[in-house]
């Protein structure tokens, strides 16, 4: 098939045929040349050493006339190779066993460092665990919702870390070491403190009425050295990793966040539990749980010291050097921070960063007090790890599929999709805590709550890569690092700013009265806290609920969500992945 010659002063003419064999004739100097360009397109879609695939002969050939000379004897040939010809082909990387692989690994020369990377992530994963995880469900037996609320503060340094991360990056002792100038020291007094509470937090939070106040400083702290240890960690993970294993250096993150906070929660609640301890570990029955806060603090101590240890005696930070040397020192301190104020001053990046703050205030509720009002009703927190721990490989292998879904042009669509999903799964939820079994958890009722909270993060999990993918789109690549930093920290911190107010009104909006029979000489009062209501139980009453702030809020939360996103979220969030990425950077001549 071919076109109607092209007339004169047009860019050439086109024609599409069937490539037949053809007797050896004489070439010119520009055949060839279009026959050795063919042969290099060829070869980089498949790999010359391999057998031509079947059905070759079938290619489909495409000629394109110059334009000055359209000569039948000087065309240009560029062959495009038919498809369906590679069906059933299989390369070697395609079938490399995943044996091969963990292999490969372990023979890899940063192997060591893949090691370290993730003993100090795990490390990071230790107190994130207790701070978001065990702590609030060891203090809502006995505290209200607003003085958990006032807790969930303590977890605020993890997503403010951005406005500290430039005198990080910038003060150090070049002997000792740029990044090892602050992970040695800030493990060393993690390990004091994790060491001093050792002896005291197990006092502390069996009365936490009346030191509410102290542990929130307590994990504050911890939280905020956590924090300074990741962003020391993260820039030394960019050297410590050689040019072709940076790609390890998330894997490194995910895996020891994550197995430090699965250890800090799941398995320390489940240990925690006087039930679940009676039950498999104890053959006659204990008062308390096999593992207590402290001990489990001061083991983590030692680790904290050990691994200090072996930075101090046998690591050595070696010194970037030629283009990375170079580029160390390209911002200074004032200069990332004029850097990250020019960011937020991008015309897009006003509404992006409302997106930001403003997106995830429909799932607070379920995601901060559905557990615990599982709980208040009679779910056992050992049956609650359990629940997380089927919920963490889910996690991990949906977070491999959402990479792929948000490849492409509309890197948001899978975004906006686990948008409408989570709402859904706040809304069901809150149909899970009303109709718990009154006469307890049963197992048909158990697997509703773990499906139900598996596809919330499993939303939770597409919605977090959706908007990674996004933001490595935009990012500028000439200060890739702080403006990925910046969307990252106003991104987490979207989740957690809400967490305080709501759980305040809670509290606010629940009306609860310790009510007594007729003739008791105990007067009525409220019951909305946890403690108050144990105290009812104890002298006999019955907490009457008349209104329970946790379906107020969670009602309020979601309208609100659908509003927002129906209204401003969507219309905005499409519009923004349309832009060209030029808009989101920020030239040397915009400085001022």
């Not at 397109?41 to 002969?57: F, L």
């Not at 493990?187 to 005291?200: R, T, Y």
């Not at 963490?392 to 292998?397: C, D, G, R, Y």
């Not at 009265?513 to 409220?526: H, K, L, N």
Request: a positive charge.
């Amino acid at each position: 098939m071919s076109t109607p010659s092209s007339t004169p002063g047009t860019a050439g003419r086109y024609n599409l045929r069937k490539r037949k064999p053809k007797q050896a004739t004489p070439k010119s100097k520009k055949q060839q040349g279009g026959r050795r360009m063919a042969e290099k397109a060829r070869r980089r879609g498949r790999d010359t050493s391999s057998p031509s695939p079947r059905g070759y002969a079938n290619d489909v050939e495409i000629t394109i006339d110059g334009i000055h000379e359209r000569s039948p004897a000087q065309r240009q040939v560029f062959e495009v190779e038919d498809p369906d010809s590679y069906a059933g082909v299989s390369t070697s990387k395609d079938r490399r066993s995943l044996a091969d692989k963990w292999r490969e690994l372990y023979a890899n020369k940063d192997f060591g460092n893949i090691v370290l990377l993730i003993a100090l992530y795990w490390l990071q994963g230790i107190p994130l665990g207790l701070a978001h995880g065990s702590i609030p469900f060891l203090l809502k037996e006995k505290l209200s919702y607003a003085q958990v609320g006032l807790f969930s503060l303590a977890g605020y340094p993890y997503s403010l870390k951005l406005f500290w991360s430039p005198i990080v990056d910038s003060l150090y002792d070049r002997k000792f070491g740029r990044r090892k100038s602050w992970i040695v020291p800030i493990q060393l007094v993690l390990a004091l403190v994790f060491w001093w509470m050792g002896s005291h937090i197990d006092s502390l939070v069996r009365d936490p009425t009346d030191h509410i106040y102290e542990i929130t400083y307590l994990f504050l702290a911890i939280v905020f050295l956590s924090a300074t240890q990741d962003i020391a960690v993260d820039g030394w993970a960019l050297t410590l990793l050689s040019k072709e294993n940076l790609s390890y250096a998330s894997t490194c993150q995910t895996v020891g966040i994550n197995c430090g906070f699965f250890l800090s929660f799941t398995v320390f609640l489940a240990l925690n539990s006087v039930e679940f301890s009676n039950k498999y570990i104890y053959s006659t029955a204990h008062e308390q749980g096999f593992l207590q806060l402290g001990p489990y603090m001061s083991f983590w101590a030692l680790i904290y010291v050990l691994v200090t240890l072996y930075l101090i005696l046998f690591k050595k930070e070696t010194r970037p050097t030629g283009e990375d040397a170079g580029q160390e020192s390209e911002y200074g301190l004032v200069e990332t921070y004029k850097t990250i104020w020019r960011i937020c001053k991008l015309p897009h990046m006003r509404l992006f960063i409302v997106v930001l703050l403003f997106s995830k205030i429909g799932f607070i509720p379920n995601d901060s007090i559905t557990k615990l009002k599982l709980i208040e009703h009679g779910l056992h927190k050992e049956d609650m790890a359990l629940a997380v721990l089927i919920d963490f490989p889910v996690q991990i292998f949906f977070g491999y599929y959402a990479a792929r879904w948000s490849q492409g042009e509309s890197k948001m669509k899978p975004w906006r999709i686990a948008f409408i999903l989570r709402l859904i799964c706040a809304a069901l939820s809150m149909l899970t805590v009303h109709y718990f079994p009154e006469s307890g958890l049963t197992t048909w009722y158990f697997c509703i709550i773990i499906i139900t909270k598996v596809t919330a993060s499993m939303a939770g999990t597409v919605q977090f890569v959706g908007m990674s993918a996004f933001i490595t789109q935009i990012a500028d690549p000439v200060i890739g690092g702080t403006y990925m930093t910046l969307l990252n920290t106003l991104s987490n911190f979207g989740g957690t700013w809400p967490v305080f107010f709501i759980m305040r009104a809670v509290d606010y909006f629940t009306s609860a009265t310790c009510m007594f029979p007729e003739g008791s000489e105990m007067s009525a009062y409220s019951c909305a806290a946890q403690e108050d209501r144990n105290r009812c139980t104890k002298d006999g009453g019955v907490c009457d609920v008349a209104w329970d702030g946790y379906y107020v809020m969670s009602t309020m939360c979601i309208v609100v969500a659908i509003a927002l996103y129906y209204g401003f979220i969507r219309p905005t969030v499409v519009k923004l992945e349309r832009l060209p990425d030029h808009i989101w950077r920020v030239s040397k001549d915009s400085r001022r």
